[in-house]
């Protein structure tokens, strides 16, 4: 069946490093692919999406490559800020017959200044 | 920018009392959806709902669980006798169309005792 796995958490990091969250899917045919974040004490805000292979999501410095030949979506900043603190989902919407989003367990970060 | 509200924010039921939780959904969409987060798990969908039925539900949805449209604004969740293991966070979502990004509310922190 169609499933997400990503990165176990927590990430540590300094303000300014560089950030990579690593996430992989399996499913048949083409979903589309989303990355949502929780800021604490919040719910789940989109943060990027890409419907077909090679296209690439971003929004607030981040970005993620919709690779078909590997099935993954990493989520990947240049340089993060103690704002960037949240838990990172990775999921997958199947479309078709079917609208359920399918997330992955979720990447805790932690940015140190 | 429109957003998912939910209400309330925290809900704490005696085992075995129903419970509603209430959402109002961005205005102009159309497909609604339920998902829930055990506390350290993944968010897991529930259930969908398109032109005043349900479209998908999963194996999670039993008979315990019912969802309604009862006016053009609101959408609610309603757990008849709850059980312990109902407890999670449970939030409600959005999208235009079924292959549309969903915009999530901020959730429903519900506590059985």
């Known amino acids: 069946g169609n499933s997400v796995t990503q990165m176990e958490g927590p990430v540590t990091l300094s303000e300014e490093a560089f950030l990579t969250i690593n996430c992989t899917y399996t499913a048949t045919g083409y979903p589309s692919l989303f990355w949502y974040v929780q800021y604490p004490g919040e719910g789940l805000q989109l943060l990027l999406k890409a419907t077909k292979a090679d296209d690439k999501g971003s929004n607030k410095g981040f970005e993620a490559t919709y690779r078909k030949e590997t099935t993954s979506f990493h989520l990947e900043k240049g340089s993060v800020q103690v704002s960037d603190s949240a838990v990172y989902f990775c999921?997958?919407?199947?479309?078709?017959?079917?609208?359920?989003?399918?997330f992955g367990t979720g990447t805790l970060l932690a940015v140190q200044p | 920018e429109p957003e998912v509200t939910q209400t309330p924010s925290h809900q704490v039921t005696q085992m075995g009392q129903e419970v509603i939780l209430r959402c109002v959904p961005i205005s102009n969409h159309l497909y609604f959806y339920w998902y829930r987060q055990i506390l350290g798990q993944k968010v897991e969908f529930l259930v969908s709902f398109y032109n005043n039925e349900i479209s998908e539900k999963s194996e999670i949805f039993d008979d315990q669980f019912s969802v309604e449209r009862p006016d053009g604004s609101n959408f609610t969740l309603k757990i008849r006798s709850t059980k312990l293991e109902d407890s999670a966070m449970y939030f409600c979502?959005?999208?235009?169309?079924?292959?549309?990004?969903?915009?999530f509310g901020d959730g429903t922190r519900l506590s059985i005792l």
């Open positions: 979502a959005s999208s235009l169309t079924g292959d549309q990004p969903q915009h």
């Open positions: 999921a997958l919407l199947y479309g078709g017959a079917t609208n359920k989003l399918i």
